[in-house]
T-cell receptor, first 112, second 114 residues
Framework: NAGVTQTPKFQVLKTGQSMTLQCAQD?????MYWYRQDPGMGLRLIYY???????DKGEVPNGYNVSRLNKREFSLRLESAAPSQTSVYFC???????????FGPGTRLTVT | AQSVTQLGSHVSVSEGALVLLRCNYS??????LFWYVQYPNQGLQLLLK??????LVKGINDFEAEFKKSETSFHLTKPSAHMSDAAEYFC????????????FGRGTSLIVHP
């Protein structure tokens, strides 16, 4: 099992460009999440998907969109990147009940 | 509503010394509590979790945490620090009986001196 995979690992964008961050899990988990991590801020939830076909906003959804393509895949799209979106982005998945989340290795995004 | 406070953004210890990382939570219903560790340039991985069974929870690498309801705390300890323990540690809480949307603390960076 690969667990949770994310692509790309690194990305540099210019202000106004768009891109999609990809996330996939092979653990048959129902719930998937997108977080951003900034120094001193911990992890902040951008969007989550409790099950295939549903998505909901988290704490910091502005400037982002998501797609739960199927049970395995959950993508995060930046339509018009801004320097404030420079961050490390993590995808996570969770099975059911009070279990732990499984995290991907992260995507380090820089917007200039 | 739920929230987590980690006291101290940085904790510095000597190798072999006791590690104590503090976490206090706020929750309107019985919580589930987690400690995660993040090594440099990696994702988070679970150290241990409390899900209403034993209040003293043992995790990987000799870490343990005790759930104290009266103090709303879930502090992480390790008897003897190792250089390889240097990392960022996150406490998280989620609520029982609902959708599992964990709330994370801001993290504590553990520095281990030789």
């Amino acid at each position: 099992n690969a667990g949770v995979t994310q692509t790309p690992k690194f990305q540099v964008l210019k202000t106004g460009q768009s891109m999609t961050l990809q996330c996939a899990q092979d653990m048959n988990h129902n719930s998937m999440y997108w977080y951003r991590q900034d120094p001193g801020m911990g992890l902040r939830l951008i969007y989550y998907s409790a099950s295939e076909g549903t998505t909901d906003k988290g704490e910091v959804p502005n400037g982002y969109n998501v797609s739960r393509l199927n049970k395995r895949e959950f993508s995060l799209r930046l339509e018009s990147a801004a320097p404030s979106q420079t961050s490390v982005y993590f995808c996570a998945s969770l099975s059911t009940g009070p279990g732990e989340q499984y995290f991907g290795p992260g995507t380090r995004l820089t917007v200039t | 509503a739920q929230s987590v406070t980690q006291l101290g953004s940085h904790v510095s210890v000597s190798e072999g010394a006791l590690v104590l990382l503090r976490c206090n939570y706020s929750s309107s219903v019985p919580p589930y509590l987690f400690w995660y560790v993040q090594y440099p340039n990696q994702g988070l991985q679970l150290l241990l979790k409390y899900t209403s069974a034993a209040t003293l929870v043992k995790g990987i690498n000799d870490f343990e945490a005790e759930f104290k309801k009266s103090e709303t705390s879930f502090h992480l300890t390790k008897p003897s620090a190792h250089m390889s323990d240097a990392a960022e540690y996150f406490c998280a809480v989620s609520l029982s009986g609902g959708s599992y949307i964990p709330t994370f603390g801001r993290g504590t960076s553990l520095i281990v001196h030789p």
